[in-house]
């Protein structure tokens, strides 16, 4: 904007003053970039243009038009953010500039390229006119966000454990993962009052997800994302309740962290969640169930997987608040809880009940199955024929249903459903953990006692299936019990069918058939109603390394006559326009840089998301040589910010507060001094000292991940920073 040697504004109502603060700084600013943050009561949204297009930067003299960029500007909120250039900042003094508005009939001046050092915000040209290949074989473009965030699929996860693998696998488990595990439950709710199915999982970015079919029109809603996640491990995929109003809630988030909860705005409504009172922390596979009027339980298992009891933690207030988590299972010391409970349907209060395993050592060594229910809201509890148990309940004084304490097999509950007389239904497996060869067992309390009888027989595990009961003499299984990738998890489901109350099974239909990869974790709806949509699962690729991390959701019910895949669509997604995607799918260093910018005392920043990370955080980098090395700050799969010094090998210099990256966020990567900083939504989250920081190369780096970026910049950086106050207004 700078063509113009003086400016004339007798069409902008408004001039303020703008007080640039440099009298810590030691040194003299040249054509230095400024944040001028804008606020009221302070500047007048009401008097400028929509989008601030009518902002005006001059310099002192009040005549020469500064370079600016406005990154944000919202009337409703009464806030705005703008970069300008300023040509000159003495150091240990003050300046002054001026900001005109008021001016609704002009066009933007904000201009990026102008403003910084680089600017991309991906919309124009190709990316390989901007970037270049710093370091490995990464692949980088520019690509649509409707189309890169829009279409909603699954998460791929894989177990980090090597112990015990399966005996030609290269990992325990591993595959499509959007409706994992046995024990995030319920995923699916049948609501009565509007005829649809609410169904949650975890999304390809391991986002908790919801979406719902609707049962009259036959047709699936769009999903919305609520939160992300802090790390690819789909054991904290979303749980799903439906309160006695019609609130949607779902939790998340846990596996050994703290439970999320959030609440939908509306009753039977999946588009807009409010965030309510986070759960205990140390916690596990929230079960939530409505048993009283106005009261909310959740099951879940409490503390570190290797020393977890199984507890109850209640709200009668929506969510908002909880009340004294209790023990409802404690195990011997350094041993856990696994359990599967569910609920009734009728007249408050409702029963629930709950089966369990434990586990004695290593994740594999998991024995025995337990049984126990409660009558008055999870309050007291009760074995299977009346008698009241003391709590916590322990091994010697639970209700053992199948006794399994032999080496080198292990038991995995899978469901836990009702027939209609109430009675409890349980579908298990019976594991070889060394072959991973396993028989699927059928348990059933009746007034004559427990029975057990074998349902059929799989080759792993973690083969997830379903229990479906539709009468007394139709029993429904729906597991993968036929092998599609063998020695992995999944597979083909089958259908299975007793007419005589889970003593005898059928193979009564092949469900899936000639499939390339494995479909897995099978989950019932709750309160199903409808033979359209009865359960639903995952389906990808079960082997690691995969040919393909993509993630259907399919679902199913008697009355089709196939399954049918979910393709479903984001309610509304984050950013338009296009961004720049960096990706390595294999596990090779590989870094991208700006073509032809070498700085020191820099900053880069910009709209940053990660994409599903499998391995090694994705980085945005500075200082990068012709070697490749480079110093880089990202987010560990744990969700720890780490600043990195990147030579031949990688050390950590800084670990810092944890914040999720799986969604769009503003990172600032500064290097000044002998400081190297993370800013991101503008605080500052970890920092190191670097005695002699480099001039370099600015980029971004990945290793078997994505990273997506927008609204790239690059400006000058000094340590201490000037800062830009607003000030009152003076006739323009």
């Given at each position: 904007?700078?063509?113009?040697?003086s400016?004339h504004?007798?069409?902008?109502?408004?001039?303020?003053?703008?007080?640039?603060?440099?009298?810590?700084?030691?040194?003299?600013?040249?054509?230095?970039q400024?944040?001028?943050?804008?606020t009221?009561?302070?500047?007048?949204?009401?008097a400028?243009?929509?989008?601030?297009?009518?902002?005006?930067?001059?310099?002192?003299?009040?005549?020469?038009?500064?370079?600016?960029?406005?990154?944000?500007?919202?009337?409703?909120?009464?806030?705005a953010v703008?970069?300008?250039?300023?040509?000159?900042?003495?150091?240990?003094?003050?300046?002054?500039?001026?900001?005109?508005s008021?001016?609704?009939?002009?066009?933007?001046a904000?201009?990026?390229?102008?403003?910084?050092?680089?600017?991309?915000?991906?919309?124009t040209?190709?990316?390989?006119?901007?970037?270049?290949?710093?370091?490995?074989?990464?692949?980088?473009?520019?690509?649509?966000?409707?189309?890169?965030?829009?279409?909603?699929s699954?998460?791929?996860?894989?177990?980090?454990?090597t112990?015990r693998?399966?005996?030609?696998?290269?990992?325990?488990?591993?595959?499509?993962?959007?409706?994992?595990?046995?024990?995030?439950?319920?995923?699916?709710?049948?609501a009565?009052?509007?005829?649809?199915?609410?169904f949650a999982?975890g999304?390809?970015?391991?986002?908790p997800?919801?979406?719902?079919?609707?049962h009259?029109?036959?047709?699936?809603?769009?999903a919305?994302?609520?939160?992300?996640?802090?790390?690819?491990?789909?054991?904290?995929?979303?749980h799903?309740?439906?309160?006695?109003?019609?609130?949607?809630?779902?939790?998340?988030?846990?596996?050994?962290?703290?439970?999320?909860?959030?609440?939908?705005?509306?009753?039977?409504?999946c588009?807009?969640?409010?965030?309510?009172?986070?759960?205990?922390?140390?916690?596990?596979?929230?079960q939530?169930?409505?048993?009283?009027p106005?009261?909310?339980?959740?099951?879940?298992?409490a503390?570190?997987?290797?020393?977890?009891?199984?507890?109850?933690?209640?709200?009668?207030?929506?969510?908002?608040s909880?009340?004294q988590?209790?023990?409802i299972?404690?195990?011997?010391?350094?041993?856990?809880?696994?359990?599967?409970?569910?609920?009734?349907?009728?007249?408050?209060?409702?029963?629930?009940?709950?089966?369990?395993?434990?586990?004695?050592?290593?994740?594999?060594?998991?024995?025995?199955?337990?049984?126990?229910?409660?009558?008055?809201?999870?309050?007291?509890?009760?074995?299977s024929?009346?008698?009241p148990?003391?709590?916590p309940?322990?091994?010697?004084?639970?209700?053992?249903?199948?006794?399994?304490?032999?080496?080198?097999r292990?038991?995995?509950?899978?469901?836990?459903?009702?027939?209609?007389?109430?009675?409890p239904?349980?579908?298990?497996?019976?594991?070889?953990?060394?072959?991973?060869?396993?028989?699927?067992?059928?348990?059933?309390?009746?007034?004559?006692?427990?029975?057990?009888?074998?349902?059929?027989?799989?080759?792993h595990?973690?083969?997830?299936?379903?229990?479906?009961?539709?009468?007394?003499?139709?029993?429904?299984?729906?597991?993968?019990?036929?092998?599609?990738?063998?020695?992995?998890?999944g597979?083909?489901?089958?259908?299975?069918?007793?007419t005589?109350?889970?003593?005898t099974?059928t193979?009564?239909?092949?469900?899936?058939?000639g499939?390339?990869y494995s479909?897995?974790?099978?989950?019932?709806?709750?309160?199903?109603a409808?033979?359209?949509?009865?359960?639903?699962?995952?389906?990808?690729?079960?082997?690691?390394p995969?040919?393909?991390?993509?993630?259907?959701?399919?679902?199913?019910?008697?009355?089709?006559?196939?399954?049918?895949?979910?393709?479903?669509?984001?309610?509304?997604?984050?950013?338009?326009g296009?961004c720049?995607?960096?990706?390595?799918?294999?596990?090779?260093?590989?870094?991208?840089?700006?073509?032809?910018?070498?700085?020191?005392?820099?900053?880069?920043?910009?709209?940053?998301r990660t994409?599903?990370?499998?391995?090694?955080?994705?980085?945005?980098?500075?200082?990068?040589?012709?070697?490749?090395?480079?110093?880089?700050?990202?987010?560990?799969?744990?969700?720890?910010?780490?600043?990195?010094?990147?030579?031949?090998?990688?050390?950590?210099?800084?670990?810092?507060?944890?914040?999720?990256?799986?969604?769009?966020?503003?990172?600032?990567?500064?290097?000044?001094a002998?400081?190297?900083?993370?800013?991101?939504?503008?605080?500052?989250?970890?920092?190191?000292?670097?005695?002699?920081?480099?001039?370099?190369?600015?980029?971004?780096?990945?290793?078997?991940?994505?990273?997506?970026?927008?609204?790239?910049?690059?400006?000058?950086?000094?340590?201490?920073?000037?800062?830009?106050?607003?000030?009152?207004p003076s006739?323009?």
């Open positions: 904007m700078n063509e113009q040697e400016w504004a007798p069409d902008w109502s408004c001039r303020q003053p703008v007080l640039i603060d440099n009298s810590a700084g030691s040194t003299d600013l040249t054509d230095y400024v944040k001028v943050t804008l009221a009561p302070d500047f007048d949204f009401a400028a243009a929509a989008d601030g297009a009518d902002l005006r930067f001059t310099d002192t003299d009040g005549a020469t038009l500064l370079d600016c960029w406005i990154e944000s500007f919202s009337k409703p909120e009464c806030s703008v970069w300008v250039k300023v040509p000159h900042i003495p150091a240990a003094s003050t300046k002054t500039i001026h900001l005109f008021g001016n609704t009939r002009v066009a933007s904000s201009d990026g390229e102008r403003t910084f050092e680089f600017f991309d915000d991906c919309e040209g190709s990316a390989d006119d901007r970037w270049e290949v710093a370091l490995g074989s990464p692949t980088f473009s520019y690509v649509n966000c409707e189309e890169e965030f829009s279409p909603i699954g998460i791929w996860h894989i177990s980090d454990c112990r693998l399966s005996p030609t696998a290269a990992t325990v488990y591993g595959g499509a993962h959007a409706t994992y595990c046995a024990w995030t439950r319920p995923m699916a709710v049948y009565p009052d509007v005829d649809k199915t609410f999982f999304d390809r970015f391991n986002s997800a919801v979406s719902f079919y609707d009259r029109t036959c047709t699936l809603g769009p919305t994302v609520i939160d992300a996640n802090t790390d690819i491990d789909a054991h904290r995929n979303p799903i309740l439906i309160d006695e109003h019609g609130y949607v809630y779902l939790f998340y988030g846990s596996h050994c962290t703290p439970t999320l909860v959030k609440k939908s705005l509306r009753p039977w409504d588009s807009e969640f409010q965030d309510m009172a986070t759960i205990t922390n140390d916690s596990s596979y929230p939530p169930w409505q048993l009283r106005g009261e909310i339980t959740v099951l879940y298992r503390r570190q997987t290797h020393d977890a009891a199984q507890s109850s933690i209640k709200s009668s207030d929506g969510g908002q909880w009340q988590a209790v023990d299972v404690t195990p011997r010391p350094e041993n856990g809880v696994y359990a599967v409970s569910i609920a009734e349907n009728g007249p408050y209060p409702r029963k629930v009940h709950m089966a369990w395993s434990l586990t004695r050592g290593d994740w594999w060594q998991r024995y025995h199955i337990f049984y126990a229910y409660s009558d008055d809201g999870a309050v007291t509890w009760r074995n024929d009346g008698t148990c003391e709590l309940i322990t091994e010697s004084t639970s209700e053992m249903i199948f006794e399994s304490d032999i080496p080198d292990g038991v995995w509950l899978n469901d836990i459903q009702l027939d209609p007389q109430g009675n239904c349980i579908l298990f497996i019976d594991g070889h953990t060394v072959t991973y060869g396993c028989i699927w067992n059928f348990a059933r309390h009746t007034p004559d006692g427990w029975s057990i009888h074998e349902i059929a027989r799989s080759d595990m973690f083969d997830g299936g379903s229990i479906v009961i539709l009468a007394d003499d139709d029993f429904r299984v729906y597991a993968p019990t036929t092998i599609s990738q063998p020695y992995e998890d597979g083909e489901i089958e259908e299975w069918q007793s005589d109350g889970g003593q099974w193979n009564t239909k092949h469900v899936t058939t499939s390339t479909h897995n974790h099978v989950k019932t709806v709750f309160n199903h409808s033979g359209d949509f009865r359960v639903f699962w995952s389906y990808g690729d079960a082997k690691n995969p040919e393909t991390r993509h993630v259907d959701l399919y679902y199913y019910g008697e009355d089709q006559p196939q399954p049918q895949k979910m393709d479903l669509h984001a309610a509304s997604i984050e950013r338009t296009r720049l995607k960096l990706t390595q799918d294999e596990t090779i260093p590989s870094a991208i840089k700006i073509s032809g910018l070498q700085l020191h005392d820099v900053a880069l920043s910009a709209r940053v994409g599903v990370r499998y391995i090694y955080p994705p980085m945005v980098c500075l200082g990068i040589n012709d070697a490749g090395h480079f110093y880089g700050v990202g987010m560990t799969w744990r969700g720890i910010t780490e600043i990195c010094r990147c030579t031949d090998e990688c050390q950590v210099m800084a670990a810092g507060a944890p914040k999720t990256s799986a969604t769009w966020r503003d990172w600032s990567f500064q290097a000044s002998e400081t190297l900083r993370l800013v991101v939504d503008g605080e500052e989250l970890v920092s190191a000292t670097e005695p002699d920081l480099p001039a370099g190369g600015i980029g971004a780096h990945v290793s078997c991940a994505n990273l997506y970026l927008d609204d790239i910049r690059v400006r000058k950086c000094a340590t201490p920073e000037p800062t830009a106050n607003l000030q009152p006739p323009s």
